[in-house]
């Protein structure tokens, strides 16, 4: 069978021949979609500051509502997406963002704006777990980082397409505004605008996916290759097939059975510590350009974009280095391990940002700390795949992603208070060591990242 498989990976050399990137083409669009949703508030908010009056600690508040929500939407519907499968899981959570998405523009004052903020989070909780449930099934082992890279390639669109597209959308509508021929303002706009975006993802997505098993467009040889790849599922405890409330009472059960594996601490516990610095350079760019570089909108709307074209880069180098350390003979251990290191190693070049008197170097720092940033992502967050069964992606992805959005949740206040009363330099500091903490949770938590055969 491994000969067979070898030799369909060299005679089917065309990705744009194989369905399954075609795959991973719709997750990086969806992930990208769900950045431009959920960044449209921090690129717009010079604008919304100054029209409420927030201070960078309200600012904070509000954004930590998205956050607790999506920490929590991770724990908590993980195992429904193991339950019922990726593509009704994406598909309901896509519409529903979309229409979360919408009502940033309705919202009058903190609270408002923190409940748009809460149902946005706890619907785009889903996407992540989804997506790499998704990538465990389409994908074989020694393709998973380049598609994992697809997908956090994802997150650097959406942030860079977000910047312009915002400050254009805003732009446009204002002067719209002002002739009496839109109701919407400028900011309004740019929630209303980019929410239709999602519901053509969702047309499209219902319309063309299904699993490899069950696919009639897919080629005999590709599904070979994919299906003679899965991990075994002889760990993977029993699934409920009973009501919803029976799926939910058993539950924790489920949750405690993959929390006996000192790998899923150690996931959980590299996201805790790493994921904050994403989420501060994702949320306060713009305000940073603003506040300490003088930048009006139309400066944001490219400077913020610096940093995630540096991001997506970061990303599918990432991805493809992975793949062909694999392929060279090393160990899917060795490879993963060695990239989650150059990337925590090259995140601290952010620091920099906050010392230096030119406001491109400063650009440009950020953008070089957050491609290590994503470089350590694009191996780090498929291990989930390459340790348990594909059953349980879902649940441990989630449970380790809501570990890191719950600590980025409990730093936005604190960020938004040091910045008051103090300045951003006290944050970038912090922001240098995190990824270092969190590689070294992966090294001494998960000693070897091979699928999981017996308790440790």
């Not at 908010?45 to 600690?57: K, Y």
């Not at 408002?112 to 903020?117: I, K, L, N, S, V």
């Not at 519901?199 to 467009?217: C, G, M, Q, S, Y």
């Not at 953008?367 to 989930?384: C, D, E, R, Y």
Request: with cysteine.
């Amino acid at each position: 069978m491994m000969r067979r498989v070898q030799s369909v990976t060299s005679i089917a050399p065309r990705w744009w021949t194989q369905k399954r990137w075609w795959v991973a083409i719709m997750l990086c669009a969806v992930t990208m979609i769900g950045y431009i949703d959920r960044l449209a508030l921090s690129v717009a908010a010079p604008l919304i500051r100054s029209e409420f009056g927030f201070t960078n600690e309200q600012y904070g508040f509000i954004t930590a509502a998205f956050l607790v929500t999506y920490a929590a939407g991770q724990l908590l519907l993980g195992p429904l997406i193991d339950r019922f499968g990726s593509k009704r899981s994406l598909s309901l959570a896509v519409f529903w963002w979309s229409v979360a998405a919408a009502l940033h523009a309705f919202a009058r004052g903190v609270w408002g704006f923190f409940a748009a903020r809460a149902m946005l989070g706890i619907t785009e909780a889903i996407n992540f777990p989804a997506a790499y449930k998704v990538v465990a099934e389409w994908f074989p082992r020694a393709e998973r980082s380049m598609a994992s890279g697809f997908i956090t390639a994802g997150t650097g669109l959406g942030a860079i397409v977000a910047p312009p597209l915002i400050a254009l959308i805003i732009g446009i509508f204002d002067g719209l505004h002002a002739r009496g021929w839109s109701p919407a303002q400028g900011w309004q706009a740019a929630f209303i605008v980019p929410a239709a975006l999602g519901l053509i993802w969702v047309w499209l997505w219902n319309r063309h996916f299904k699993l490899p098993e069950a696919d009639p467009t897919l080629g005999a040889e590709e599904r070979a290759l994919i299906l003679a790849d899965r991990p075994a599922e002889s760990v993977a405890p029993p699934t409920s097939t009973g009501s919803m409330g029976e799926e939910l009472r058993g539950y924790f059960g489920r949750l405690g059975y993959w929390f006996s594996y000192r790998q899923t601490w150690g996931l959980a516990l590299s996201r805790f510590t790493g994921d904050g610095a994403f989420y501060f350079l994702a949320f306060w760019i713009p305000n940073y350009l603003a506040d300490e570089r003088g930048f009006g909108l139309a400066q944001i709307a490219w400077a913020a974009a610096i940093p995630f074209i540096f991001a997506d880069l970061g990303s599918l180098a990432g991805g493809y280095a992975g793949q062909r350390l694999i392929k060279s003979g090393l160990s899917v251990d060795t490879s993963r391990k060695a990239m989650i290191w150059v990337g925590a190693l090259m995140a601290p070049l952010a620091l920099p940002a906050v010392y230096v008197d030119s406001a491109l170097l400063a650009v440009l720092c950020m953008g070089l700390g957050i491609f290590g940033i994503q470089v350590k992502s694009a191996s780090l967050f498929t291990v989930p795949a390459d340790v348990f069964p594909p059953a349980a992606v879902g649940t441990v992805w989630g449970a380790s992603g809501a570990a890191g959005s719950f600590a980025a949740a409990m730093s936005q206040p604190v960020i938004g208070w040091t910045i008051d009363h103090y300045s951003y330099e006290p944050v970038f500091v912090a922001v240098a060591s995190m990824h270092i903490a969190s590689a070294l949770c992966v090294m001494l938590l998960v000693r070897k990242i091979e699928p999981i055969t017996q308790r440790n």
